[in-house]
């Protein structure tokens, strides 16, 4: 499983978008990168998956440059209930009769102030 | 389908004894995952099912932890002669296999051991 680096937390105001960078130096061909967001006392709940280049939702948007090395979740325009623990993940989502043994890290703790 | 549902959500206990906590996953996914988190720490994977089969344990799934899931549904996770390091929020995922979708987590089982 490719290993990933992120900040371990990062202050926004509000209004403000907000970029988390994820590092992962050994992704395989077949893996995906997906972010997940954590409140606490609740479980993650997953944000956005890509593969490569650009992918945006109604929540948020992934780059992930050619190399695929390194990924970036851009949260725009953040409010207060933006504030909590952003993971970054690196996996493959399904395979032939395979399964993704999701690691998570420490996670990026990001903190909206108004 | 309301999601992952997971009971109780507390649960304190004597060091000692034994508990088990359940989780119904989203009927359609036939993947199964328990978690544990620990405080400021991101989930740890403790194992995993794909229908009625465990398919996976972690290492840190030592012998005092089972877990089942009979008719691959519903799933239950026993924790036997409880130790004060068990305490943790337990979580459970579940997922779809063929799609590309990320997991879906319940709001977990804080157990705490005194």
């Known amino acids: 499983l490719a290993k990933t680096t992120q900040p371990i937390s990062m202050d926004s105001y509000e209004g403000q978008e907000v970029n988390i960078t994820c590092s992962h130096n050994?992704?395989?061909?077949?893996?995906?990168i997906t972010w997940y967001q954590q409140f606490p006392s609740q479980g993650p709940r997953f944000i956005i998956q890509?593969?490569?280049t650009k992918v945006t939702n109604e929540v948020a948007s992934l780059f992930i440059p050619a190399d695929r090395k390194s990924s970036t979740l851009s949260l725009p325009r953040v409010s207060l209930s933006d504030t909590a623990v952003y993971y970054c993940?690196?996996?493959?989502?399904?395979?032939?009769?395979?399964?993704?043994?999701?690691?998570f890290g420490i996670g990026t703790k990001l903190q909206v102030i108004p | 389908d309301t999601g992952v549902s997971q009971n109780p959500r507390h649960k304190i206990t004597k060091r000692g004894q034994n508990v088990t906590f359940r989780c119904d996953p989203i009927?359609?996914?036939?993947?199964l995952y328990w978690y544990r988190q620990t405080l400021g720490q991101g989930p740890e994977f403790l194992t995993y099912?794909?229908?009625?089969?465990?398919?996976?344990k972690s290492r840190l799934l030592s012998d005092r932890f089972s877990a089942e899931r009979p008719k691959g549904s519903f799933s239950t996770l026993e924790i036997q002669r409880t130790e004060q390091g068990d305490s943790a929020m337990y979580l459970c995922?579940?997922?779809?296999?063929?799609?590309?979708?990320?997991?879906?987590f319940g709001s977990g089982t804080r157990l705490t051991v005194v």
């Open positions: 009927s359609e996914h036939n993947r």
């Open positions: 890509g593969y490569k």
């Open positions: 050994n992704i395989a061909t077949n893996d995906y």
């Open positions: 993940l690196v996996g493959e989502p399904r395979g032939s009769g395979g399964y993704q043994k999701v690691t």
């Open positions: 995922a579940s997922s779809s296999s063929g799609t590309k979708e990320g997991y879906t």
């Open positions: 099912f794909q229908n009625e089969a465990q398919l996976e």
